[in-house]
């Protein structure tokens, strides 16, 4: 697997995290909006008066507030979980080079990286195979 796809697959999880939380968060706050132009609508005389596009206003503005605040938030949240993820993977790659008297230098993490994806598909592979083993024998 490249960097490229990889990378790829890492923007497309949080483009669609963001999305989602975008998508929650705008109704959210616009729901929250419309309660509160209406409490407004029937709570104050002057507002009563506002015209409709000026109401439309209030409630687009909290919608797209909630949108950008929720999309923000989603955003930073992923981001931190893929930063300790990916320190953890560096910590762990880094012991494991030390242990072979090895420097945990850039080129040797990505080398580990990818001897353990091969490792751990080859694995995958087995256990797939023995299951597939089991399975015909236990007919």
Do not use: C
């Amino acid at each position: 697997m490249s960097d490229r796809s990889q990378l790829r697959r890492e923007v497309d999880a949080a483009y669609t995290v963001q999305v989602k939380a975008a998508t929650k968060g705008a109704a959210q706050a616009g729901a929250f909006g419309v309660g509160v132009v209406t409490f407004a609508h029937y709570a104050w005389p002057l507002f009563r008066r506002q015209t409709l596009p000026f109401k439309a206003f209030l409630v687009s503005g909290f919608t797209i507030a909630g949108l950008v605040i929720g999309a923000d938030n989603a955003l930073l949240t992923h981001e931190a979980e893929r930063r300790l993820t990916e320190h953890a993977i560096r910590r762990e790659a880094r012991i494991d080079l030390a242990r072979r008297g090895l420097i945990g230098t850039e080129t040797e993490i990505a080398k580990w990286r990818a001897e353990r994806t091969r490792q751990m598909e080859e694995r995958a592979d087995r256990d797939s195979g023995n299951l597939r083993d089991a399975s015909i024998q236990a007919d």
